[in-house]
Structure formats: C-alpha cells, structure tokens
C-alpha cells in the first residue's frame, strides 16, 4: 500500500536527534516521515522485540526508584505533546516525568552504549514541554538520560540560543516541500524503517544499490518519465537519485511495467512516476 501524503508536516522527535548529533546524515529518511503517513514497513525481528522487553524493565526499574522516593511520577502517554508551529507539528513522549513544586524533571531511560542523540533528545524535550503543554508554561526543567548503569544529567542552562537555532533550522529543512537528496548507506539503511518500495535507494547490504550513482547505457532505456518528453528526459535521468538507482539496479530490468512514484524533487513538482 502506498504512503498516503499529510496534509501538514508532523515530525516526531526521534526523527530529528541523530541528525542534530550528526549520528545520521539522511534527512530524506526525516522528510519522507514527516511528510507521509502508513508507509511501508520491514517486519520487525527478534532484536527490537528483546529491546523492547529491556527497555520496559529498565524504565519500570526507574520509575519505581522515584516513586520509593516520595514522587508522582508521569509514565510515557501521559507526558504526550504536540507543539504546532507555523511549518510543521513537533511531537514527542519522554519516558518519565517527575514534577517536584516548580520544577519538573524529563527522565528517558535507554538501553545499550551511551550516544549523543540520547541528551539530544531529552534537550528537544525540554524545548517543547512548556510550549506545548500549558501546566509546564512556567517550570524550571531539567533532564536526565537513564542507563542501566549510570545518569547522564542535562541542566537547564543547556537548552541555549545555539541549540535552539540549530534544532528550528533543521524542522525548517525537515519540513521544507522540496525534498533533500538521498544520502544511502549500508550503516543507515539497515535500521530505516523505510523499505525500498517507497525508497529504491535503500541499500540492503554493502555490496547492494549503495553504489547506484552510475548509470549504464542498456539500463537507462527500460527507464521513461511519465509525461516528459524523450529529448527532455534525459536531464531528469542525470539529476534524479530515483531514476539513477533504478537504472543501476539489474533485478528490475527488462520489460517491466512497474510504476513508482517519485520523491525527489526533480520530480515530484511535475508529478511525474518512473516507469520501469
């Protein structure tokens, strides 16, 4: 089934801290999300469903150390947001909120080695929360990132101009009509939740589509633009990702007639599909 158009940019939080760190360095993957809604996606193994039951009991395991401390303690869907802004909607969920008087504490707990884009998204956190929820308008806010075996502390005096910059231009990237280039890579690809019917420039493993930068003369003649001119075509085929890893990629060669659409934006202001 494919990815059904929202009729306005939402941006979920953990689409946006690699990015912020630099631990990712596909912002097509962000704005395809933040664009697209009911996409297409790998099933999911062993290894997200063992992750899942770790995290649960060290998120329990926490909650619990505050609640024996005399705190209330917010779990997951109640500590929901949705910050609207003029471009898009930022939304969120930390793990843990603990309000104490004024003052309250984001706590996400995480599983596995330690990463910037943890404190990163606890910082995103602090960002939204007053200006999404009204109850917080007003607090003093700190965060802490929870490991099985220690706390990483993010004070209130982190969340400065810089980082505010910084975190507003890239939802300005994210949610921009025209999409970045797609910058595949086996590392990346391989923990994308997006599969190659909505991105065939998904690389499955190093020896995969990873190189399809290059066309070759029998390849680029199974390819037409849907509504271009042939002299016009070929210029479209040269700066199109999409074109240019279908043409690369010998499995679908041949006589198909596969229709994709395609994102990018040598294309997708003509509304053009690809036919293969």
């Keep these: 089934m494919p990815a059904a158009q929202r009729a306005f940019p939402y941006i979920w939080t953990t689409w946006l801290t690699k990015l912020l760190t630099g631990e990712s360095s596909c912002e097509w993957a962000a704005w395809f999300r933040a664009h697209h809604q009911g996409w297409e996606r790998p099933p999911n193994d062993f290894n997200f469903a063992q992750w899942q039951l770790d ?20 779990v997951e869907g109640q500590n ?55 109850r917080y308008k007003d607090a003093r806010i700190a965060g802490e990132v929870h490991y099985s075996n220690r706390i990483q502390r993010v004070p209130q005096g982190g969340i400065d101009q810089g980082f505010i910059h910084r975190l507003i231009t890239l939802i300005h990237r994210v949610a921009a009509p025209d999409s970045p280039p797609w910058t595949p890579s086996a590392a990346e690809c391989r923990f994308c939740d997006i599969t190659d019917a909505d991105c065939p420039a998904r690389v499955e493993s190093a020896s995969g589509p990873e190189n399809a930068t290059e066309t070759t003369s029998d390849a680029v003649r199974v390819i037409a633009v849907q509504g271009t001119p042939w002299n016009n075509a070929g210029r479209f085929l040269r700066r199109c990702p999409f074109t240019r890893a279908v043409a690369a990629n010998n499995s679908i060669r041949g ?17 053009h599909r690809v036919f293969i």
């Excluded at 009991?57 to 505050?66: E, I, Q």
């Design 55 to 74: 995290h649960t009991a060290l998120l329990n395991d926490t909650r619990r150390r505050f609640e024996d401390s005399g705190y209330d303690v917010r």
């Design 255 to 271: 006589d198909k007639r596969e229709s994709r659409r395609c994102h990018c934006r040598h294309h997708r202001r003509r509304d």
């Design 80 to 134: 929901s947001f949705r910050l609207q802004g003029r471009i898009a909607t930022l939304a969120g969920q930390p793990d843990l909120i603990v309000p104490s008087g004024d003052h309250i504490l984001i706590v996400d707990a995480k599983t596995g080695a330690e990463r910037a884009s943890h404190v990163a998204q606890v910082m995103v956190y602090m960002y939204a929360l007053p200006r999404a929820l009204e």
